[in-house]
């Protein structure tokens, strides 16, 4: 159910206000390296990963998308592609049951995994700086969008650390994602309301302390730039 949007005006003045500010915050960096127009420079983390299980066995996706620095991933053409060329295999990948296939034959088919999936977005670290790219904002209504392919094999889901940015670009998506966000339940940024909501349907073992879980090594992660798991 999509909260009560509220105006971003106030937010959308603050940001232009400190937009010299936000220019000048350095980026999120990792240890590894691409090459740009011959200049190195640093290679971002567009992820997800597979926490565990429900208690019906489907498996726990999560995406920290609010780390995903779009910034960065507008102005590389390229990269951009891939990383969307990945992601919509992956979207397709799941709608179609070839996701569970591979798991099973990677991980076993003693325990085979529900066909349906548990899917958490996380918007944490989703800020001003995103609202001032029209591109930037695009490209979040583009990775939204593809979401609408869910609808027949999405248990439920969670988009939590929704700020009224992040509802307003909901909001902006609402008719293309169409009725996949009646499955999908949308909580702000106090973790005390959506935690306990959590850990309704899923075991405290199979999601990170983050999350009120316990467990601490997913079961495997992928990079969508990188198109492989890491």
């Given at each position: 159910?999509?909260c009560?949007c ?5 937010y959308m003045?603050?940001a232009l206000v400190f937009?010299?500010?936000?220019n ?5 960096s990792?240890?590894k390296n691409?090459?740009q127009d011959?200049?190195e420079?640093p ?5 997800y990963?597979v926490?565990g299980?429900?208690?019906?066995n489907r498996?726990i ?10 910034e960065w ?8 592609s891939k ?6 295999k ?7 049951g070839?996701?569970k296939y591979?798991f099973?034959?990677?991980y ?6 529900n ?7 996380d918007y944490d670290?989703?800020d001003?700086r995103r609202?001032?790219?029209?591109a930037?904002?695009?490209l979040g209504?583009?990775?939204l969008?593809?979401l609408?392919?869910f ?17 307003q670009?909901?909001?902006l ?8 966000f009646?499955r999908?339940d ?5 973790s005390?309301?959506w935690?306990?909501q ?12 983050k999350?009120g ?6 079961i495997?992660k992928?990079d969508?730039l ?5």
């Amino acid at each position: 159910m999509l909260c009560k949007c509220f105006s971003v005006l106030p937010y959308m003045l603050v940001a232009l206000v400190f937009e010299s500010v936000a220019n000048v915050i350095p980026p999120n960096s990792d240890s590894k390296n691409v090459t740009q127009d011959n200049v190195e420079v640093p290679l971002k983390k567009f992820d997800y990963y597979v926490s565990g299980f429900d208690y019906d066995n489907r498996p726990i996706i999560i995406m920290d998308s609010g780390k995903w620095d779009t910034e960065w991933l507008v102005e590389r053409p390229d990269e951009c592609s891939k990383v969307l060329g990945n992601y919509a295999k992956y979207v397709d990948e799941l709608s179609s049951g070839t996701f569970k296939y591979k798991f099973n034959n990677t991980y076993g088919k003693d325990n085979e995994i529900n066909e349906e999936f548990v899917f958490i977005k996380d918007y944490d670290n989703y800020d001003f700086r995103r609202v001032q790219n029209s591109a930037v904002t695009k490209l979040g209504q583009q990775f939204l969008h593809l979401l609408k392919k869910f609808e027949s094999k999405l248990g439920y889901g969670f988009i939590i650390n929704a700020n009224p940015l992040v509802q307003q670009l909901m909001e902006l998506s609402r008719s293309t994602v169409g009725r996949v966000f009646e499955r999908i339940d949308i909580y702000g940024t106090n973790s005390r309301k959506w935690i306990p909501q959590l850990l309704r349907k899923i075991p405290v073992d199979q999601l990170p302390p983050k999350y009120g879980g316990s467990q601490h090594e997913p079961i495997f992660k992928y990079d969508f730039l990188l198109g492989a798991k890491i």
